[in-house]
């Protein structure tokens, strides 16, 4: 079993729709928490960034880590079509090696 | 633009061969890391160094190797290539050892034939 478990879609979504992209982990030591954004055939780009437990806002997006349950979430509000690429959440622990674990990926579409 | 630049974008190879990829991280960043991505295994950690020396090792096999020299730069050294290695390489850096914030560069989309 992966340490880090995310749904690869595709997701597919009209222009203007609230989406939602989950995480579930099984390591309880990670602590720190992102969601990266990576367009076709480019680098991962950092969206956001959580320590521990609770909710980040930066814009339209939203994350939410929930370490009791070890699900980490980020919502996009207003979604464009410049918001399809292939998200990936990443996780580490505190303590230790600071490599990420990253999730397999989840791609989305927004249609206009 | 994260500022993390790689060369070269692409490389064709064959085989049995040798590459060298190279790495320079942002302004100021002292830790570099290499992940490989492919589409069956996601994006792989590698191996880290900081200022020069090797912080942690994951999933690198022994014929790959890397190093960070004094200008802060790094080298992915891939050896005996198989076509099992074919994927993007990325270089990360971020300004301490505990970075939790990485930047990732463009990648090297390597094709072994």
């Known amino acids: 079993q992966k340490e880090v478990e995310q749904d690869p879609g595709p997701l597919s979504v009209p222009e203007g729709a609230i989406v939602s992209l989950n995480c579930t982990y099984s390591n309880s030591a990670f602590q720190y928490f992102m969601w990266y954004r990576q367009y076709s055939r480019k680098g991962p780009e950092l969206l956001m960034y959580t320590y521990s437990s609770g909710n980040k806002e930066d814009g339209r997006f939203t994350a939410q880590v929930d370490k009791s349950s070890k699900y980490i979430s980020l919502f996009i509000r207003d979604s464009q079509p410049s918001d399809s690429a292939t998200y990936l959440c990443?996780?580490?622990?505190?303590?230790?090696?600071?490599?990420?674990?990253f999730g397999q990926g989840t791609r989305l579409t927004i249609n206009p | 633009d994260s500022g993390v630049t790689q060369t070269p974008k692409h490389l064709i190879t064959a085989t049995g061969q040798r590459v060298t990829l190279r790495c320079s991280p942002r302004?100021?960043?002292?830790?570099v890391y290499w992940y490989q991505q492919s589409l069956d295994q996601g994006l792989q950690f590698l191996i880290q160094y900081y200022n020069g020396e090797e912080r942690a090792k994951g999933n690198i096999l022994e014929r790959f190797s890397a190093q960070q020299f004094p200008d802060l730069h790094s080298e992915l050294n891939l050896s005996s290539l198989e076509l099992g290695d074919s994927a993007l390489y990325f270089c990360?850096?971020?300004?301490?050892?505990?970075?939790?914030?990485?930047?990732f560069g463009p990648g090297t989309r390597l094709t072994v034939l």
């Open positions: 302004s100021g960043d002292l830790s």
């Open positions: 990443a996780m580490r622990p505190i303590q230790g090696a600071q490599k990420l674990v």
């Open positions: 990360a850096s971020s300004p301490v050892a505990g970075g939790d914030t990485q930047y």
